[in-house]
């Protein structure tokens, strides 16, 4: 990394320059919750996002510049999310020894996105949270309870974020909430109690280093209210698992089936069709999100649920 001339006060800046044709954006893109996501925008002057760390929050500006990625951050954690920020774009992933040529589809993606990498956080709870929210329920009211959590208890985005850019609330934050509140932004119980639970745990989520993704995963199972697919989710974002398979997601099984046998299939299915890629069954899944097919669309569409008139 260079280290370049801070353009506000109070900025750490650093340049870094990756080592294939990373396009920021779309690398970002599956950790970005609907276009109104409080925690990562994309703007005109950059991709902006906002991250907690162990020494406070952070926000991040990423631009892509003559000389590789300018990295801008802000905030009390900026000192401490600077020297991770390649990471979540993919710096640690490791594609060597993908069995690509498996299968034609999962070989013709692999060659035409070379961009693709897995990223890692290393926060946990930052993935945590919203993974809980969208427990059983249709991604458009996720992400709205989602954006109504974090105004109630999100701090505002440190340094000269966009307006509306919030960092995701603390677990003390969360705990706080009271029933109405969380009635106010359209939380029902399951997911309430779900997330109450996994917030009285937290600081025992975090680790300096989550190398290990079976054993992340297991120690979220352990919480009640966190099952298969939300352990899934958290070790797919927060330590890049490239093998990691969301099992029980409600599209999921079917994009698998039908990109790789041109057949609905059920998880079970799904897993025997991804079996040729253990190692990196996720890294197919992001695959097939980019240049896969989802079976022909004939019944009524889950529809969202308001739990705010409940």
């Not at 005109?44 to 590789?68: C, F, S, Y």
């Not at 009390?76 to 990471?87: E, I, S």
Request: include cysteine; glycine fraction near 10%; hydrophobic fraction near 40%.
């Amino acid at each position: 990394m260079t280290l370049a001339a801070p353009p506000h006060e109070g900025t750490l800046s650093v340049t870094w320059q990756p080592d294939w044709p990373l396009d920021v954006r779309r690398v970002l893109s599956r950790d970005r919750r609907g276009t109104g996501d409080p925690t990562l925008r994309y703007a005109e002057d950059g991709v902006w996002r906002t991250m907690t760390t162990a020494a406070g929050p952070a926000t991040v500006r990423l631009r892509t510049v003559p000389d590789g990625i300018r990295i801008d951050a802000w905030g009390p954690g900026a000192a401490a999310v600077l020297p991770l920020v390649p990471a979540w774009l993919g710096a640690e992933d490791d594609p060597s020894g993908f069995p690509a040529e498996a299968h034609p589809l999962v070989a013709r993606v692999h060659r035409s996105t070379p961009w693709l990498r897995l990223g890692r956080t290393g926060r946990v709870w930052d993935a945590l949270v919203p993974a809980v929210l969208e427990q059983k329920v249709t991604g458009l009211e996720a992400h709205r309870t989602y954006r109504e959590l974090l105004r109630l208890a999100g701090d505002p985005a440190p340094g000269p974020a966009p307006a509306g850019m919030r960092v995701v609330p603390s677990p003390e934050r969360v705990l706080a909430v009271t029933d109405w509140q969380w009635h106010a932004c359209g939380l029902d119980g399951a997911r309430r109690r779900a997330l109450r639970a996994v917030a009285s745990v937290a600081s025992r989520l975090e680790a300096a280093a989550h190398d290990d993704c079976a054993d992340l995963r297991r120690r979220l199972q352990s919480v009640p209210g966190i099952g298969v697919w939300t352990a899934a989710e958290v070790a797919q974002r927060a330590v890049g698992c490239p093998d990691s398979v969301s099992v029980g997601d409600y599209h999921l099984k079917n994009l698998v089936g039908w990109s790789l046998a041109g057949r609905k299939t059920d998880d079970a299915g799904m897993l025997e069709l991804l079996e040729p890629f253990r190692g990196h069954r996720q890294r197919v899944v992001r695959l097939l999100e980019v240049g896969g097919s989802m079976p022909p669309k004939r019944g009524p569409r889950m529809a969202p649920t308001d739990y705010r008139r409940h």
